[in-house]
């Protein structure tokens, strides 16, 4: 069956970093626009990254730009979101997607990782 299962998740220090992946299976990764989403307690999802099909193209939201970066590596089916200086308002479970656009929702969705930046 289709899985998408993200890991990495937790409890770091406001300036820290921390790395999140997401391993797919069960269908074709490469063909795939993959998507890092993210939600607040109490706001709505939010859309962080988002990288093309064959790695070479990557987009973020403003909020994130320049601290962020997602990756992936097809041999192993899976996307990675890199963190660094983290901020309280980081705070939230991330959630990894799987799109056949650049521009539509994803198929396929992970359960979500929480990452909690405090200190």
């Known amino acids: 069956q289709v899985q998408l299962v993200e890991s990495g998740g937790g409890l770091v220090q406001p300036g820290g970093s921390l790395r999140l992946s997401c391993a797919a299976s069960?269908?074709?990764?490469?063909?795939?626009?993959m998507k890092w989403y993210r939600q607040a307690p109490g706001k709505e999802r939010e859309l962080v990254a988002r990288?093309?099909?064959?790695?070479?193209?990557?987009n973020y939201a403003d909020s994130v730009k320049d601290r962020f970066t997602i990756s992936r590596d097809n041999a192993k089916s899976t996307v990675y979101l890199g963190m660094n200086s983290l901020k309280p308002e980081d705070t939230a479970v991330y959630y990894c997607?799987?799109?056949?656009?650049?521009?539509?929702?994803?198929?396929?969705w992970g359960q979500g990782t929480q990452v909690t930046v405090s200190s």
């Open positions: 997607s799987a799109a056949s656009s650049w521009v539509v929702r994803g198929k396929y």
């Open positions: 069960g269908f074709t990764f490469s063909n795939y626009v």
């Open positions: 990288i093309t099909k064959d790695g070479g193209s990557t």
